[in-house]
């Protein structure tokens, strides 16, 4: 298919985008994105109780199970929730973000836990991490319920989820303990898929659109391979050869997305 | 000898102004020298300029036997290529930013709602800062496709390890490596993510190793001498003239009749990247350091000529023993002298220094880059008969890979680098 290449739309680009003041009417499709968002959340806070009880009960196998699901929620909403950064990181850091590593006191949230679970084998000793992150996992709903949605953030979060998956996911370094990373990807991309689905209409560039979603559809394409029951293999099972093009879509789609708030006349 | 080694007659070329002394290597030994090893001469302060500019179009690709400025750097890809049409794009792509990037020019001014066109980072206006930028393909872009299996150059393999090796399997290897060289180390930066911004569908990294050499203070006219890597020695003394085009032919470019016909006036290029120990070569006495390498620190004069300059050629037949000339040391393993030209190949090697190891030294060492057109007879011969030198003690090679440099592209509208393996994919004969 045809790949839309920055420096072949540069010439275009040089002109403005979007009618300047943009009389596009945005408010619509920032309140279904609102009503996406609160959909996930909520999902996010029922499905974190869930995984959090079968932690504090010892329920490994279960929690095991409840582990990646419960956090696909979240990866789709992440450039909302990173809005809350002393929320984000408590929920989500990885071991590598301290500097004691998988030892240090404030390294809490899904990943400490999926530590105890994959790693570690047992959970009693991190019952207050999992009652912490409960508590995280609800206020940072509360936050979001409360928020009035820039549509700038909005539509910047397309690009920042690629931006994401291309710096540390890619790599395999996000799920390190349970290799679920392909359950994030999933999420990372439906969440930058809704945006371009709501905001893609009123952009004037047809092949522009057409091109950013020829490249979900071949991304798509490559997750299906590995595809299991109602989720993912291992990313282990991940091969080299889709691991680069997965890559490679990733970055295109995280360049050509960075102009989508210029395309619609934000700044 | 003759009168314009290569230094005056390349950089001349160039409008470097460069003095009019056409010796190269100590002047009055000029007529004893019979290389004249200007390509790896080291940088002199003053003497380069942004306004340098060197034509990517030419028989053979910039960067090669261009003398090498003080920055380069290699960064090795992965391509995203299915069909022969995939990868005539890539080419095509690639050529247009290299003949964008090494003219120079006015960065396009875009809406400001929008990430801007490049990185910035040398301003608005670019200038060419003697610029090239190389490509080479690997062997696995070849082994990836079977319509381009059979149009593999030759002895392009994978790099295999040498006993000595601790390979490091994120800095080995790719498809398509890129060498990159300019005066300064933004100039090679903002090429290397020019072609990342705007090649992300078919570009995917692999590793990357930038270095440089040093710039030594200017000197009298004429008088040139090989940098200094980081063991302290002269390196590039005894390369061969790259300025002496019949011997380039013969050396470094591919015309052999075992090869596919369009890699004719491609290279080989083995890329090392080659830790050196150098707390340990600083405890090491100096007298052990030259034998090691054969050659003495301070002017790079062979052993058996210590009183010379660093173009003088050693005499192994008259030191069997290696009395003065140890038969271990770099320099006779490396180029015996007894082959005539058959083992030569074109060294153009950069410092790198990265940070500290885990255990608290200096990560410092060489962005090994050699251009021959037998990789059998040049890298692979040298480097099997240095397996065991002595200098391993202090050098671990991490990474690198075998690649395949393309032959060069015309100045007409609508050549581009890699022009002749599309064209011969047409051709190719179908394996049977
Ligand atoms: C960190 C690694 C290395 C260092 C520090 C190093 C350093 C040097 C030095 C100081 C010289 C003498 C000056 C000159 O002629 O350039 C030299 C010569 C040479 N080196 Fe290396 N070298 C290294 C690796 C290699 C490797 C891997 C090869 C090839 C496999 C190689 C091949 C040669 C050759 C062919 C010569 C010229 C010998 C002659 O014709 O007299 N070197 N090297
Ligand atoms: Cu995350």
Known sequence: MKMLSLAATLAVLATPLAAADATLDLVAPIAEYKLYVSENTEAL??????????????????????????????????????????????????ADDYEKAEADPAFTGFHRLEYALWVEGKTDHVTAVA??????????????????????????????????????????????????????????????????????PMVEDRDFVASVEGNF????????????????????KLTDEDRKRLSALVNTLAEDLSTLRARLGLS | MSPSPSRRAVLGG????????????????????????????????????????????????????TPRPAWGLVAAFDVIVDT????????????????????????????????????????????????????????????????????RPAQLTRMTGFPNDALNPDLCHGDLAIQICANTQETIIHALRDLIKNLPDQLVLRWKQEGNVPVIAPQAPGVVESARNFLGFRDGSANPD?????????????????????????????????RNFVERWDRTPLAEQERIFGRTRITGAPL?????????????????????????????????????????????????SNGVTKSGQLDQGLLFIAWQASLTDGFLAAQTRLNGEPLEEYIKPVGGGYFFALPGFGPGPDDYLGR?????????PQKT
């Not at chain 1, 499905?47 to 009880?53: E, I, L, N």
């Not at chain 1, 490994?60 to 929320?87: G, H, M, N, Q």
């Not at chain 2, 019949?246 to 470094?252: I, Q, S, Y």
């Open chain 1, 45 to 94: 806070v029922t499905d974190t109780q869930a995984f959090v009880a079968a932690v504090k009960a010892g329920e490994i196998d279960k929690a095991k199970a409840l582990f990646a699901p419960t956090r696909l929620s979240y990866e789709k909403i992440e450039p909302v929730a990173e809005l809350f950064a002393d929320l984000d990181a408590p929920i989500d850091a990885r």
């Open chain 1, 131 to 200: 009652d912490k992150l409960e508590a995280d996992v609800t206020e940072l709903a509360k936050r979001i319920d409360g928020l009035t949605f820039p549509p700038a953030v909005v539509v910047g979060g397309a690009s920042v989820l690629m931006d994401e998956v291309a710096a540390t996911k890619i790599s395999g370094e996000e799920d390190r303990y349970s290799r679920t990373d392909l359950w994030d990807f999933q999420g990372n991309f439906d969440g930058a898929k809704k945006i371009v689905d709501l905001f893609g």
């Open chain 1, 217 to 236: 559809a071949k991304v798509y394409e490559t997750l299906d391979k590995y595809r299991e029951g109602e989720g993912f293999v291992s990313y282990e």
């Open chain 2, 14 to 65: 160039l409008g470097l102004g460069l003095a009019a002394c056409p010796f190269s290597l100590g002047l009055a030994r000029a007529e004893t020298a019979p290389q004249a090893p200007a390509l790896t001469a080291a940088p002199q302060a003053g003497a380069s300029s942004a306004s340098d500019r060197i034509a990517p179009q030419g028989r053979f690709q910039a960067g090669i036997v």
């Open chain 2, 84 to 151: 022969p049409a995939d990868l005539e794009r890539l080419f095509r792509r690639l050529t247009d930013r290299i003949a964008f990037l090494t003219s120079g020019g006015t960065v396009p001014e875009l809406d400001p709602a929008l990430p801007p066109a490049d990185s910035g980072i040398l301003g608005p206006e670019l200038r060419p800062d003697a610029l090239t930028v190389t490509l080479a393909l690997g062997a696995s872009l070849f082994d990836a496709h079977p319509w381009l299996g059979p149009l």
């Open chain 2, 242 to 274: 790259s300025a002496d085009a019949a011997l380039m032919e013969r050396v470094l470019w591919v015309h052999d009749a075992a090869e596919p016909a369009w890699a004719k006036d491609g290279s080989y290029m083995a890329v090392r990247l080659i």
């Open chain 2, 304 to 352: 058996d000529k210590r009183d010379g300059t660093e173009a003088d050629v050693p005499d192994y037949a008259a030191d069997p023993e290696g009395a003065a000339t140890p038969l271990d040391s770099h320099i006779r393993l490396a180029n015996p002298r007894d082959a005539g030209e058959r083992h030569l190949m074109l060294r153009r090697p950069f410092n790198y």
């Open chain 2, 420 to 428: 002749q393996l599309i064209d011969a994919i047409g051709h190719a």
